[in-house]
């Protein structure tokens, strides 16, 4: 079964500490992006990657970071300096640029 | 920064009634894509529709696309119970390599 697989579900962070987020893909996708959802609110950019190896700072960055070491794999930290990460967290990946996301089924973060 | 903007933020209605939601944004865009998410999960892709297209039709789903306007709609026909969810569109605009999603529509479908 081919898609995109995020984990843990439920993630509960304590002050002071980092947490990682996973996202797995089997879909051959170059390009993989990270969106943070807040309560009745849309999608924001945290970070995207067209590239292994690349990765780029979205429209909210600060307090995040990523690593983009193989293909298939684009984990997220979310880093003690994210003052309030409490949020529904999204993974998606495309073949390329421009072309339609595909989605995990995300990571509800909370904070302790 | 919200390139889409959609319109209206909540819709009920009875099942069997069509649906419409719309989406305007500010740019210029190589095309629009339109998403759907029941609560707590993620998004599913529905339609995409390029800036040359003006319309395109996916079995209930029907979206237009005015450029001279900057806004699409997305039209579901005959709705039933399970098309309850919230519908996002998103555009990807020029000069940029991401796709920038709207607030979101949230509709309920009353059986």
């Known amino acids: 079964d081919g898609g995109i697989t995020q984990s843990p579900k439920y993630l509960f962070r304590k002050e002071g500490q980092n947490v990682t987020l996973s996202c797995e893909q089997n879909?051959?996708?170059?390009?993989m992006y990270w969106y943070r959802q807040d309560p009745g609110q849309g999608l924001r950019l945290i970070y995207y990657s067209q590239i292994v190896n690349d990765f780029q700072k979205g429209d909210i960055a600060e307090g995040y970071s990523v690593s983009r070491e193989k293909k298939e794999s684009f984990p997220l930290t979310v880093t003690s300096a994210q003052k309030n990460p409490t949020a529904f967290y999204l993974c998606?990946?495309?073949?390329?640029?421009?072309?339609?996301?595909?989605f995990g089924s995300g990571t509800q973060l909370s904070v302790l | 920064s919200q390139q889409g903007e959609e319109d209206p933020q909540a819709l009920s209605i009875q099942e069997g009634e069509n649906a419409t939601m719309n989406c305007s944004y500010k740019t210029s865009i190589n095309n629009l894509q339109w998403y759907r998410q029941n609560s707590g999960r993620g998004l599913v892709h529905l339609i995409l529709i390029r800036s040359n297209e003006r319309e395109k039709h996916s079995g209930r789903l029907r979206v237009t696309l005015d450029t001279s306007k900057k806004s699409s709609s997305l039209l579901i026909t005959a709705s039933r119970a399970a098309d309850t969810a919230s519908y996002f569109c998103?555009?990807?605009?020029?000069?940029?390599?991401?796709?920038?999603f709207g607030t979101g529509t949230r509709l309920q479908v009353f059986p």
């Open positions: 998103a555009t990807d605009a020029f000069n940029t390599d991401k796709l920038i």
């Open positions: 879909l051959n996708h170059d390009a």
């Open positions: 998606a990946s495309s073949i390329s640029r421009g072309e339609k996301l595909f």
